[in-house]
């Protein structure tokens, strides 16, 4: 079956910091959509990629979405404390419905 | 700002029981998700519902889940008989159009004991 993978699956930076997580796809997504949990909550919508190489930004982040539309990636600029939580992606498969298969995700911890 | 809300928050039920979990999704929307996440794991699918039937399920929906729109507010998960290993944070979604961001619920954390 469809496999998400991330890396890494832990981060610790110091606040200023950037970070960045990749997602990688045994096969190809029609779509695929990033969600912050933060600890102890559930997962909160943030972005959805839909063309190949397609990039996005929102404020600090920046998503970008693979050629092959098998990966992506969220890079974090200058984190910041509440930045604190695990970076899901979750993406969809052509013919595949409406379900997302979630990566195994990118917890990152920020330090002061 | 309209939201997904779960009921209840925790359950504590004995190995054998069944459970009911409860969601009311966003009142307008037409597409409604189970999915769970196992402490400190990656957030799992187990069914999708739309149109009054299950468009699609995971390996974990066994004949041991299903699922119901008894009304139209509210979407239910039932565990008929409940092992240890449902222990788990389980999340009800629902989005207003195909393709488009899922929004979940808080979450019914699930203990068997």
């Known amino acids: 079956g469809q496999q998400v993978m991330q890396i890494p699956q832990y981060q610790h930076v110091q606040e200023g910091e950037d970070f960045t997580t990749y997602c990688n796809s045994s096969?190809?997504?029609?779509?695929i959509q990033w969600y912050k949990q933060r600890p102890g909550g559930h997962p909160v919508f943030l972005i959805q990629?839909?063309?190949?190489?397609e990039v996005k930004k929102q404020k600090r982040l920046t998503f970008q979405f693979g050629e092959a539309k098998k990966n992506s990636s969220l890079h974090i600029t200058a984190t910041q404390t509440t930045d604190v939580g695990t970076y899901f992606c979750a993406g969809r498969t052509a013919g595949g419905g409406n379900k997302l298969t979630f990566g195994t995700g990118t917890q990152l911890k920020v330090e002061l | 700002e309209p939201e997904v809300t779960q009921t209840p928050s925790h359950q504590v039920t004995q190995m054998g029981q069944e459970v009911i979990l409860r969601c009311v999704p966003i009142s307008n929307h037409l597409y409604f998700y189970w999915y769970r996440q196992i402490l400190g794991q990656k957030v799992e699918f187990l069914v999708s519902f739309y149109n009054n039937e299950i468009s699609e399920k995971s390996e974990i929906f066994d004949d041991q889940f299903s699922v119901e729109r008894p009304d139209g507010s509210n979407f239910t998960l039932k565990i008929r008989s409940t092992k240890l290993e449902d222990s788990a944070m389980y999340f009800c979604a629902s989005s207003g159009f195909e393709n488009t961001e899922a929004f979940f619920g808080q979450g019914t954390r699930l203990t068997v004991v």
């Open positions: 990629l839909v063309k190949s190489g």
């Open positions: 096969t190809t997504l029609s779509n």
